[in-house]
């Protein structure tokens, strides 16, 4: 029912900055409203850990490793989430993940059906060369 679709990943030189995007979109047939939303990244051969998370009232959640480097925010009214990276190093070399969870209302007449599910993008690399 919604999904999400990163962009802004690639080839960046260690030091620099990126800014990931992610746009949620829904299908025609119900609404959704996004609670949390952010972003996790996976480098080859670890698990996947969360990067940043903020929440529908502005609260944010990041990792130890990348407080005071990497800034996450949210547009609600384009329902989309941002995330800037600064001061990359080859440590942040990964596939970023998008991720939401929601909550999505279909509309049958008077009736309502409402549904709370979460969703993944499909990645997007960034590679952080020296």
């Known amino acids: 029912q919604v999904q999400l679709v990163e962009s802004g990943g690639g080839l960046v030189q260690a030091g620099r900055s990126l800014r990931l995007s992610c746009a949620a979109s829904?299908?025609?047939?119900?609404?959704?409203?996004?609670?949390?939303i952010g972003w996790y990244r996976q480098a080859s051969g670890k698990q996947r850990e969360l990067v940043a998370l903020?929440?529908?009232?502005?609260?944010?959640n990041y990792a130890d490793s990348v407080k005071g480097r990497f800034t996450i925010s949210r547009d609600n009214a384009k329902n989309k989430v941002y995330l800037q990276m600064k001061s990359l190093s080859t440590e942040e070399t990964a596939v970023y993940y998008c991720?939401?969870?929601?909550?999505?209302?279909?509309?049958?007449?008077?009736?309502?059906?409402?549904?709370?599910?979460?969703?993944w993008g499909q990645g997007t690399l960034v590679t952080v060369s020296l």
């Open positions: 991720y939401a969870d929601y909550e999505y209302t279909v509309v049958h007449g008077a009736e309502q059906a409402q549904r709370y599910l979460d969703v």
């Open positions: 829904g299908s025609t047939s119900g609404t959704f409203a996004i609670n949390d």
């Open positions: 903020i929440s529908s009232g502005g609260t944010t």
